[in-house]
């Protein structure tokens, strides 16, 4: 996927990506850091990634980030599995997060059990996320707390709903900071005044103030589009 490509992208699994005791018990997730490098690095390259997940019948495995409601976001920290029986922490560059949660058949007392779903509201510069309970919305992600058969680090932090992610807006060469469309025509204001040039052998196009005035010029819609497509 193109990397200036700035749509939310969801990545849906069964299995989620953090190290958990089932990693070691039975194997769930050994080989997510595979998975996990590909996915955090396009999150660095600027990519809008939603990773989000299941199988999480229980509570009981997950105490340590938030038991039923887990939400991570760029810049927390994760734990992943680097093979069965080992695990480092990186920092995330996209959202991680439990779709929802079902039922408990192996509660641990103090943790979030209630069932829950979580709604998506997608917009042109965000994505805003809340979780919804049987009383209405509620914490996107639970405090974590300390079981008597993990020894995992605790992380305590809550996060409320809804929980807004700004989504990254690429622009061509040139970055665009607005672009409006009166009367058939886009009036670009560019943050720079460039030369008039055009490379397109580079694949570039550098938008120029055309007649050297030092105003901002308005071009006509069709042929502004056609280069821009050029330009991708």
């Given at each position: 996927?193109?990397?200036?490509?700035?749509?939310?992208?969801?990545?849906?699994?069964?299995?989620?990506?953090?190290?958990?005791?089932?990693?070691?018990?039975?194997?769930?997730?050994?080989?997510?850091?595979?998975?996990?490098?590909?996915?955090?690095?396009?999150?660095?390259?600027?990519?809008?990634?939603?990773?989000?997940?299941?199988?999480?019948?229980?509570?009981?495995?997950?105490?340590?980030?938030?038991?039923?409601?887990?939400?991570?976001?760029?810049?927390?920290?994760?734990?992943?599995?680097?093979?069965?029986?080992?695990?480092?922490?990186?920092?995330?560059?996209?959202?991680?997060?439990?779709?929802?949660?079902?039922?408990?058949?192996?509660?641990?007392?103090?943790?979030?059990?209630?069932?829950?779903?979580?709604?998506?509201?997608?917009?042109?510069?965000?994505?805003?996320?809340?979780?919804?309970?049987?009383?209405?919305?509620?914490?996107?992600?639970?405090?974590?707390?300390?079981?008597?058969?993990?020894?995992?680090?605790?992380?305590?932090?809550?996060?409320?709903?809804?929980?807004?992610?700004?989504?990254?807006?690429?622009?061509?060469?040139?970055?665009?900071?607005?672009?409006?469309?009166?009367?058939?025509?886009?009036?670009?204001?560019?943050?720079?005044?460039?030369?008039?040039?055009?490379?397109?052998?580079?694949?570039?196009?550098?938008?120029?103030?055309?007649?050297?005035?030092?105003?901002?010029?308005?071009?006509?819609?069709?042929?502004?589009?056609?280069v821009i497509i050029s330009a991708?």
């Amino acid at each position: 996927m193109a990397k200036s490509y700035d749509k939310p992208i969801f990545i849906v699994s069964l299995l989620p990506l953090h190290y958990y005791r089932r990693t070691s018990g039975a194997g769930d997730g050994q080989f997510g850091g595979y998975i996990f490098d590909v996915i955090n690095q396009a999150g660095q390259d600027g990519l809008n990634i939603f990773f989000i997940f299941g199988h999480n019948h229980t509570s009981d495995y997950d105490d340590h980030i938030g038991s039923s409601s887990i939400y991570l976001k760029p810049g927390d920290e994760i734990s992943v599995a680097k093979g069965r029986y080992e695990c480092q922490s990186y920092t995330l560059s996209f959202v991680y997060m439990n779709a929802g949660y079902i039922t408990s058949c192996l509660a641990t007392s103090g943790v979030e059990t209630a069932p829950s779903m979580v709604v998506y509201e997608i917009y042109s510069d965000r994505v805003e996320i809340s979780r919804y309970n049987q009383n209405g919305i509620c914490e996107i992600k639970a405090k974590g707390i300390q079981n008597d058969k993990d020894s995992f680090e605790i992380n305590e932090t809550v996060y409320t709903s809804p929980m807004v992610t700004k989504l990254t807006q690429f622009r061509q060469k040139g970055w665009l900071s607005d672009k409006k469309i009166v009367d058939s025509q886009c009036v670009l204001i560019l943050q720079q005044h460039l030369l008039n040039v055009c490379e397109m052998d580079s694949g570039l196009v550098k938008y120029a103030d055309m007649n050297d005035d030092g105003a901002v010029d308005s071009v006509d819609l069709n042929i502004l589009m056609s280069v821009i497509i050029s330009a991708q």
